[in-house]
């Protein structure tokens, strides 16, 4: 086995087992922090095996986890203008389990990455706007 085939298939492992964690768990905390997992995957097999799909997920989804935390934080310090609902979550997960095969059968990942991303950005302030005008569907 070469080594990119290696670390591909350790990054789908990982993504899968990121996907199965995130789907069994209720508690919102706990999905952003196995989630968390997703980009650190990403890190390391870019640093290994590097290409633009690596790196264009890593930045993907290093940025999503960012943007989930900012607004667990913001809800946990009272401020409840913008929910986060589990189908954000529903769709993360959706978003994880295409990003995992797009990687395993080497197809483009562009749409795991989009369903990722809008999701995550519906949890944001502006995100949330376009969703309640109707723009905006996750």
Excluded: W
Excluded at 72 to 99: A, N
Excluded at 109 to 134: D, M, W
């Amino acid at each position: 086995m070469s080594r990119q085939d290696f670390f591909r298939k350790e990054l789908v492992t990982e993504l899968r087992r990121v996907e199965a964690m995130m789907r069994k768990e209720e508690n919102i905390e706990k999905k952003i922090y196995y989630f968390s997992a997703a980009y650190g995957i990403t890190n390391r097999t870019l640093r290994y095996a590097f290409t633009d799909d690596y790196l264009m997920a890593d930045f993907v989804l290093n940025t999503c986890y960012t943007g989930l935390m900012d607004r667990f934080k913001r809800i946990r310090s009272g401020d409840s203008t913008v929910p986060l609902e589990m189908k954000h979550f529903e769709k993360i997960q959706e978003g994880m389990r295409l990003l995992a095969d797009a990687f395993d059968e080497g197809t483009s990942i562009l749409k795991p990455l989009e369903t990722i991303l809008t999701a995550t950005f519906a949890t944001s302030g502006p995100g949330n706007y376009l969703r309640e005008k109707g723009d905006l569907q996750i």
